[in-house]
């Protein structure tokens, strides 16, 4: 299975009333969002199913990629902020039949993950703001890239 972790894109300042969880994109985060759908959709990369956090940046990052020709998001409590590593492989096995997982999600939950997929000692992965990073997953997994945002042309 190729994992393509895509993190949300820029939301709301903290400071919002209702605070974290209902940040939503501001303008660059929406256009951000759409650079990302398009270089998947150009570069034929654009995933079998997408998989969000329920919270609001997040999801609305994952309905511009929608908006932008990847599948409609399946919304998945456990990619909610605090993530564990162990929770979410365990809870992708799940979709073993797809070739192409996307994932929309939180930092830090994204870098932990991509630590313990490939067994990063330290911390050493950095996760920005709607980038992509694909990993194949098996038995020796392996990173394919990790893509800032700006760099999506």
């Given at each position: 299975?190729?994992?393509?972790?895509?993190?949300?894109?820029?939301?709301?300042?903290?400071?919002?009333?209702?605070?974290?969880?209902?940040?939503?994109?501001?303008?660059?985060?929406?256009?951000?969002?759409?650079?990302?759908?398009?270089?998947?959709?150009?570069?034929?990369?654009?995933?079998?199913?997408?998989?969000?956090?329920?919270?609001?940046?997040?999801?609305?990052?994952?309905k511009?990629?929608?908006?932008?020709?990847?599948?409609?998001?399946?919304?998945?409590?456990?990619?909610a902020?605090?993530?564990?590593?162990?929770?979410?492989?365990?809870?992708?096995?799940?979709?073993?039949?797809?070739?192409?997982?996307?994932?929309?999600?939180?930092?830090?939950?994204?870098?932990?993950?991509?630590?313990?997929?490939?067994?990063?000692?330290?911390?050493?992965?950095?996760?920005?703001?709607?980038?992509?990073i694909?990993?194949?997953?098996?038995?020796?997994?392996?990173?394919?890239?990790?893509?800032?945002?700006k760099?999506?042309?």
């Amino acid at each position: 299975m190729t994992l393509l972790l895509i993190r949300h894109a820029t939301a709301a300042a903290h400071r919002l009333a209702g605070g974290d969880f209902v940040r939503n994109l501001v303008e660059k985060g929406h256009e951000q969002s759409q650079r990302v759908g398009k270089f998947l959709k150009k570069h034929e990369l654009t995933p079998d199913i997408v998989l969000s956090s329920p919270v609001i940046r997040a999801k609305e990052t994952a309905k511009v990629l929608a908006e932008e020709g990847c599948p409609k998001p399946v919304i998945e409590p456990w990619l909610a902020c605090g993530m564990e590593p162990e929770v979410a492989l365990q809870e992708l096995k799940a979709y073993q039949k797809f070739n192409r997982v996307a994932m929309v999600g939180h930092e830090p939950d994204f870098s932990a993950l991509v630590e313990h997929i490939l067994g990063a000692e330290t911390y050493s992965i950095r996760v920005k703001k709607a980038s992509i990073i694909s990993l194949e997953l098996g038995r020796h997994p392996i990173l394919n890239f990790s893509i800032p945002c700006k760099l999506l042309k």
